[in-house]
């Protein structure tokens, strides 16, 4: 999940700015309390990183990408933190391996802490003059919304490391809510047509949200809610991952070669399916959407149920308008919830609670221009064999996301929060 | 490149369908005319086959998909054969491992040559049945359309595996034209607007060329040819192999890992760069189209160039209406060619010389519906992480492609005979 | 199986040296008799070699080892050869890969026979030129040696492609003689001491097997006939696969990641052992050696039966003196025999039939010197991580091996005839 | 480096096996004093593991073998903890994969450490009883002689991690001695003949050093030092990590594919050779041995020096009457030294500074026998593929090691302080 702004924000005032920095970066060494230093240091796989190296790097954009650009007299804070933190900015120059961010006991966490407070310093200094700069205070939002994106990495990332240890230990605990009932999805109808979709006009967005254009949809309907873990765990029993013919040729070959059976951090136990959450080992919750499904076991159930995953655009036109209300990290609770109250009118869920796989492949949108520089470097480079989701996840700092919002992973990736919604083609 | 019908084909006589059946069947064995019994039994790669293998796998097509079916007291030629020569269809049943195709030293050649009679003889009398049948004779259309698509891949994966051989054996020996001169390609103007694309109507098509649908494109511009291979070898020579920032991130890292430094069967000679044909070792043809490059060695070449590739739409809605012509396998020269003339109007070398690759990644058009049964598993299934190709190579036999036709490969394939031809939005 | 001689032979006359020549090179030739050139050009895995390479390096041997070095106006026959079968020579110059052996459709198999005539026909001029010429004639005598080590490569390599393809083929058939009853094995007394091991005085021998030296040896036991069918059935029906207690580390490491339940070859067919045969899939013969298990299966079996396999030193001390008799290749049958006869006296099986496992690693002997040059370079080369097997099997040629011959294989292979006989330290 | 005894220790006193004890865990504890919690948790390779792991498997080892087995009430620790820090003990059950002992965050070092006081704590009541009770003195006595061999691979394991680190952190930091002359190694004459070698008589000794037996040594010299630094670096600006022709077979292959070109740990800064060490990066000590050569290396380099390395007999032979001192861990030095003195008589520095690799595969002496249980387990089960190093090193406990003490690597392991002395046959 990576990508860098090409529309300037408009922000309010510059107090606003230092007040939301303040914010974003406390909440960054908020998600790290609850954690040793031993947590924080490991790395269980290479796609995901040390909660400390993610400390880290969100610290080390801001310095790369602003102090050193715009100090007078820049002094790095460490000489080996350029290339130790660079995650892949090849015009920044070396990095260090991905798969290696977990051979790093030092620096140590309170050195890391200390590069954090060091380079918040210097930043303080650097908001007084980002008033009016639109240039400036562009950067500094961008680096803001980045560190969001690893504030959701951090949990993710985290979670796939504790759930690794047979002890099972806990990030945090809560009580578990009860199950609540869940209603009957709805099919909701969507009128389609020639609609614009891609971010435009105020408020920051990523550049790989734009240009906003012009795409044909034809009518189509969209489910109330997001698939449920009781849906889910009939697919499971009705041998949906023994049966090729409901899968994509590619998400077979994983399913035989990963021995998937369910979805990850799902076990049977004592005859009844668990799942691994923040919280600790729980049962799964019937109505409550189910995350931690990858492309392939998204596309594979909507075949099963006879239906399909809609597409970035359908989810966007349908979400148009729609408040960015739901369960998202703020809320603490890290894991989905079944849906509240009485019946939701229309479109539950589509905010928080988890991303939902759409069935477009992650592109360029027409007209797309990558950025110049380092920063703008990587937008286009990913845009290759992944697939976008929509929507936002109970992991995902509030406010952070939009209906243009526009996230990717490879479609066999299935340690974010990603669920999915059903869609079908209208008459 | 697979992929099955769901429209019936509408054929003016059975006569002439049992005369098609002859010539593309006949087709098929003069390809491997010129080859040894082992050098049809080689497999140099996965993704490859051997030529007997082809020779065997059309042949079971036809015993499998139509005289199982329509045989009243069927008996296959061979016990084992139905899952010996079973490429991916899962309802078929067991199949042999495709990275195993080339421990098969029996069936012999001859032996395979003597099956290939056996079921010509056996659809000899199921063609004679066809009249008016459409379901029937639709499924014999199939089963031609899918051989010529194997008659492509034999020389692809023939191709490839004399070019492993240090010796550098020829397929056949063609005396090489003089290079042409090249005419400066232009840029052709293309409205776009709310168009519709994909397969409707008469003649044959394959299921993934439709439904037919609307979708709304920006105008844009297309190359008046494909990049040559003059132009790709400015892009080598000005280090496009070495500078990451021009590539996909997934294409830096094959680059890296695959040590590419040029397109495949390229060498340098006496310092000029050669190329591995089906004739021999030659020099490259300035003015001829560059083949053998994958989709992200052509996205690479499309940044460096200032441009990008067109999409899929933007493509089939330029070819619209322009005759399909151009240099196909039918020819003989097996090679792509300099374009020819005193200077083309239009686009030219659309179809033929070179496939060209698109920016669409290969997903389903709305309201694709996979057709039941065997004949239709496979064609959603290989929806994913690849991208789609258009207009046909001089490896396609003539008569076979249309401006809807969509052939994929994933995007480091490069034993095809892939090209591109650039594009841009309008100003 | 590699090794050169330090010892000139001494061979009675000059045309008994043109004699052996012919019946040598003739011996190959037969025995790719029963194959067509696809079967000859295949390679089922890295270890194996396609039948048409063994033709052409052991062809290329007498050209690269003595026609270059003897010939006055040496021309070589084609100018590629030197480095297409070249095995692993370093001081030869490059090398074909060696898991690419199997992509060379050509040389065809028939100009693989015509580059077997034309060095022979060269040969035979050289051979005219060996009286009273030890080097000369001991250079022969050495690719003879080497060429019969390629026979039994020929053999086990083409029974492995074999036993890959599911139409079982058969390489000659043989009819199946009935099964013989099994004498109980007995324990025989070894006094061992201080004794000599290794090669010396008349006659050729590997540089491997010597120089001789005085080893010291404790009083031991040898089982009067190698381990059968039936007692290692006995093993497998007694859990030896899932019992991890019996094994070395890094032979139950290779159960678990092969997923070995058997020997190799091995099937239950109906509820019955059957083992792939050169003559097809037979069932075992109880009363035949075992065959076709690695060193760690013939150690974890010793272990089993509460013994343990000889030093190679502990089976040479024994063997000596024995007459070199057995069920060698020239028999034909090329398959382990049960043992013949009212009842073996003593060491029954001790040549012919299986290679057996020793525990000794393939270390040199005390004052072992590589010879100067390419043909002395990879004798110590390949002493690292095999282990021993001595007396010979039922795919080596007769009168190739010796109470002192060292054979050796890393302790996973299982594709050579190996089987073993066990030892126990005398109470 | 994993063995069990079969002799009963014979131990003056209890009072002195419980000194014993209490010396032997805090040395171990002593070794993670300098480290942090975040230096205790990774694992930099798979053959290497977390210094919190060795502090937890040395207590589970004394948890399991001893108060597992002769307490009146047992109760684990944590009943996770069995499972957890077995290392390979079929015989126990199941074990937590070894490549993901750096997945364990938890427990944390804290708590490590207090399962640690625990077992301590239990053990001392166990100690009292421990008085004319062999079998339990001589299995406490076996898991400090586990300890300390864990002793020296926590050194050997934290300086691999630490050197993947491009900050490259110090674990001790000490004053480098001045760079002592290095006296020209002299060959010394060793007479061989019928000896007895292997351990017998009073005194611990692991299990793999018996049963003590008699073999033949022919007459042989040994160099009077080990190859040191200078001699390496000679070696290596000889070409060798470039001549195909002085490794073994398996040797080179791993040349290529790992691309060796020096000892591990070194590195050129500005034109000269350094190396890692634990006490930061270093100019190399020309004249201290030379360590982190793998078997591949010694054997190379003594090719190339026209000597040969020793067996293990013939060190053994050499080395017996000749007093255990030299450079150990004890010293605190954690460094091979220079030979200090003004002249060494005899065998220079045969214990302690560096393993010497012998040209002995690890395989069983004659006659035996594994113990039987879990703790005679895995004796025999690794004797494959290995070879044996004498003499211990700068990170071996003193008082450890003895003449007949044979420690064991893979023949490419090089992360261990494992260096090589010269030997070659007498006239």
């Known amino acids: 999940m990576r990508a860098t702004p090409t529309l300037p924000p408009s922000h309010g005032a510059d107090a606003a700015l230092g007040t939301r920095y303040a914010a974003v970066r406390a909440a960054t060494s908020a998600l790290a309390a609850p954690l040793s230093a031993e947590d924080c240091a490991l790395q269980s796989m290479a796609d995901a990183s040390p909660v400390k190296w993610h400390l880290a790097h969100t610290t080390w954009f801001f310095e790369t990408f602003l102090l ?185 070959d994983t399913v035989v070669a990963q021995r998937w059976t369910a979805p990850l951090y799902w076990e049977l136990r004592d005859g009844a399916w668990t799942t691994f959450t923040l919280h600790g080992r729980l049962p799964i919750d019937p109505a409550a959407p189910v995350t931690h499904v990858s492309f392939f076991e998204a596309d594979a159930y909507a075949r099963w149920a006879g239906a399909r995953l809609p597409t970035e655009f359908e989810w966007e036109a349908a979400a148009a308008g729609t408040p960015v209300e739901g369960n998202f990290a703020d809320d603490g609770v890290l894991h989905p919830s079944a849906p509240s109250g009485p019946g939701a009118q229309g479109l539950a869920q589509l905010y928080g609670d988890c991303w939902e796989w759409t069935g477009s492949a992650y592109l360029p949108y027409p007209g797309f221009a990558p950025a110049p520089g380092a920063v703008g470097e990587y937008n286009g480079k990913f845009m290759c064999n992944q697939f976008v989701l929509r929507g936002g996840s109970c992991a995902t700092p509030g406010g952070h996301v939009r209906a243009t919002y526009r996230n990717f992973f490879p479609p066999e990736a299935r340690w974010q929060f990603s669920g999915l919604r059903l869609a079908r083609s209208a008459g």
């Open 68 to 252: 050193e650009r715009y100090e007078d007299k820049h002094r790095p804070f460490h000489p080996q933190f350029r290339r130790l933190f660079n995650s892949y900015y090849h015009a920044i120059g070396e990095r260090h391996p991905r798969p290696e961010r977990g051979l790093l006991s030092r620096p140590s966490l309170p050195e890391v802490i200390a590069y954090r407070a060091d380079v918040d310093a210097r930043m303080a200094a650097l908001l007084l003059r980002a008033s009016g700069d639109t240039v400036l205070s562009g950067l500094i939002e961008l680096g803001l919304q980045h560190e969001q994106q690893h504030q959701e990495l951090i949990l993710t990332d985290v979670k796939h490391l504790l759930s690794r240890n047979p002890l099972e230990p806990v990030y945090r605990s809560l009580p578990q809510p009860a199950p609540a009932a869940k209603g009957r999805p709805r099919w909701l109808a969507c009128a389609g047509g020639l609609v614009d979709v891609g971010h435009a006009g105020h408020g920051f967005a990523f550049d790989n949200e734009g240009p906003r254009h012009r795409v044909f949809i034809a009518p189509y309907e969209l489910a109330s809610h997001p698939v449920s873990h009781a849906d889910f765990a009939a697919f499971v029993a009705d041998g949906g991952y023994c049966r090729p013919e409901l899968w994509l040729s590619l998400g077979w």
